[in-house]
């Protein structure tokens, strides 16, 4: 199948197929006679996994990481749980920051009178050298 088929079966943009194969998550594609890919089921098979590994926010490296455990039937549980163990503690990690983000952009919303008025807390904390 060519890379228009790939994408629709992927849920990818074949823009985006083009990138997986560049940074060598996927192998480059068979071409044919005329030079256009060839897509067959085991690469629309990888670059689903690919996909789901984005919706979850795996970065590049760690779905290359989980690529290969995959690929591999020798592979330990154990070394997946692990590249799926950190990148939850870097989503809490993240969560916690966004946490306190809303709770200062809150702040600083409640603290504006947001009137006709030119003061204005939400410019005063931002131009203060303080921390927020």
Not at 59 to 74: F, K, R
Not at 102 to 107: A, D, G, N, S
């Amino acid at each position: 199948m060519n890379i228009g088929e790939a994408a629709k079966l992927s849920g990818l943009s074949a823009k985006m197929i083009r990138h997986y194969e560049q940074i060598k998550l996927l192998k480059p594609a068979e071409r044919s006679a005329a030079g256009y890919r060839q897509y067959n089921a085991q690469n629309i098979e990888v670059l689903q996994f690919i996909r789901q590994a984005r919706v979850l926010g795996f970065s590049m490296a760690q779905i290359d990481a989980l690529l290969s455990l995959w690929q591999d039937p020798q592979r330990p549980s154990r070394a997946v749980k692990e590249v799926a163990q950190l990148h939850l503690q870097e989503v809490e990690h993240k969560m916690r920051e966004l946490a306190a983000m809303q709770t200062t952009l809150q702040q600083m919303i409640n603290a504006c009178p947001g009137d006709e008025n030119s003061n204005c807390a939400i410019l005063e904390q931002l131009s203060s050298s303080k921390k927020a």
